[in-house]
């Protein structure tokens, strides 16, 4: 019997998020400390407040989780430069789903910031 591992869903985050949004980034910094650009005990100390401002995604990085079975198992950090570029400078996925293959609905950014759905196989 195999276990089903695949990612449901990935969206974006909202400041109802805030607390999910804390867990799995506070996740990913005791997983990889040295990969993120903020430390666990900085992260750790943000407020209520500054949690909800960077999970509501009016500010930049935005946040986008990945989804198992209703639960949050990843997130991707981005950012659109003043140029309309894409900037990638997040990612971390729950070391448990790392060898699945990814498919299904993944958010992207747009040249022009807004989000467009499409579709992503890893191998």
Do not use: C
């Not at 993120?36 to 946040?63: D, I, L, M």
């Not at 079975?69 to 140029?83: E, F, R």
Request: glycine share 6%.
């Amino acid at each position: 019997m195999t276990t089903d591992l695949s990612i449901s869903a990935v969206r974006a985050t909202t400041d109802e998020d805030w607390e999910t949004l804390k867990t799995v980034r506070l996740a990913a910094l005791l997983d990889s400390p040295k990969a993120f650009g903020v430390s666990y005990a900085t992260a750790a100390a943000y407020t209520e407040q500054e949690w909800r401002e960077r999970a509501s995604n009016k500010t930049q990085p935005a946040f986008l989780l990945a989804i198992h079975q209703g639960q949050a198992v990843g997130l991707i950090g981005d950012a659109v430069s003043p140029t309309q570029e894409y900037n990638l400078i997040a990612m971390w996925v729950n070391p448990m789903f790392r060898a699945e293959e990814l498919r299904g609905a993944w958010l992207t950014r747009s040249r022009h910031g807004r989000l467009r759905e499409s579709t992503v196989g890893l191998s």
